[in-house]
């Protein structure tokens, strides 16, 4: 019998999530291969970078807004996403983005000049193979000698065993919901059956664990993203080794992970496995096996075109003498700051003397070693312990002072038109000129940040701004003793932490 359904499921129109992604910043991936001896892009250069697939094109945006010298070009088929972007960037006044409503084949093209970093972050898993070749010879051609690429991508093997549920999912949603149906109203419909048939107890979810809590999380996914994770008709996670095959086809070599907290092998690998691999010499097979020892399913990386590599002089001072600020106040703080295996390598007290010392004002790992209170720690472990901290936004890694000045004005503007858009456009991150990323913050704090920037000088002037949309009984509202004590807290211990980020 013909099947009236189509062949395949395409929700590549569908609006994707407002998301933000630090790892696409320039700092952070100067930070990233800095911390493994690879001499990063020179920030203060007018570098060109450009952001493939760049969804509502936020990160590209922000970073803009942070390094005003430097020019940022992204593309996205969907000229929803493309029209939020140029949007977002003309209230911001900034003048050096330049966005595309291009496929990746029209985007060759394209009259650019060469990029110093490209980037791709929810893209490669997710087109296919032959499509992956045309991003590749983008990069072959665009990217200059000694450049940066950022990709992300579903990994293995961490996705072997949800396979065949995201196989499920896709093939309810193509077979038994109606063709009427949208993207999000085909996902509910489909995970309301998959409840169904997990209560008569399949095997394929009773023997493993992992499907289960997968299936449960799917729940508490935005449903933009599940749809695209779940229904895209292109989906191939794929083993380290292969991407980074890939990759050298356009004379790439694998530098660093982009994410801080997964270079820290000491947080990540029992000791055992690290020992084992220190006989591993190969580094494609070496990063292939630390995946198979953490079951990873997501990986974010750093690839670079003939990127010098340090000297050990210079590892050390890139290390050593990068400074570090707060960016979580204290009182904000958790008792235990980091969690699972971070916190049995840094435990809870270690940290929050770190971040105490913090506190008192920005500082390098060299300094910080020298405060008699975390002298017997060691600059190295300080380190590590910083770039863990850093994944749970307590801390920053600090830009130089004249990028910070430089940017001031620009993040400024950004940072006002986000607080200009209405409350349901969904944007809750403000820049940071002090770090080159930007922040997420709640409804909450985000309305706080704006009564301060528009004046208000104390609680009662908070208050008084904000009343009228959160004090009540209703959802996300609170009464008016609880609404003057977060007004108190802000300014007794937030606002020192935002003004050394240069958010206020």
Known sequence: MK?????????RSEPYT??????????????????????????????????????????????????????????????????????????????????????????LDR?????????MHGVYSWISPPLRKVVMRFIAERLRPGGVVFVSHNALPGWAAQMPLRELVNLHGLRQVPVSATPIERLSQTLDFLD????????????????????????????HYAAHEYF??????????QVAAEMAEAGLEFAAPAVLSQQVDAAILPPATRELLRGVNDPVLRETLRDFAVNRSFRWDLYTRGAPQASAQQHAQFRLDRTWILATARSETRESPLSDAAADHVDGATALRLLDALAEGPATARELARRPELASLGADFIVDALMLLENEAQVHPALPVALRESARESVQRFNKAVMQRPDDDGLHYLSCAASGQAMGWSPLAMAQIRAACQGAQTADEMV??????????????????????SARCFFASRAPVLRHLGLL
């Open 3 to 11: 099947s009236p359904q189509p062949a395949v499921l395409d929700v």
């Open 18 to 107: 407002r998301g933000y992604y630090r790892a696409l910043s320039p700092a952070q991936m100067s930070v990233a291969l800095e911390s493994r001896g690879v001499c990063g892009p020179d920030l203060s250069a007018p570098l060109n970078c450009f952001e493939l697939g760049m969804g509502f094109g936020l990160p590209l945006v922000a970073h803009a807004a942070c390094f005003p010298h430097m020019r940022f070009y992204g593309n996205d088929f969907n000229p929803h996403h493309v029209a939020y972007a140029n949007e977002l960037a003309r209230d911001a006044g900034l003048s050096n983005v330049e966005v595309f409503e291009d496929a990746f084949e029209t985007l």
């Open 111 to 119: 009259d650019l000049p060469p990029m110093d970093i490209i980037s």
């Open 196 to 223: 169904d048939f997990a209560k008569v107890n399949p095997a394929y979810f009773s023997d493993d664990l992992s499907v289960q809590a997968r299936l449960y999380g799917l729940r508490r996914l935005d449903p």
């Open 232 to 241: 895209n008709p292109d989906w191939h996670p794929m083993h380290f080794h």
């Open 464 to 485: 008084q701004a904000m009343q009228a949309r959160f004090e009540g009984e209703g959802e996300g509202q609170m009464p008016a003793e609880r609404l003057a004590h």
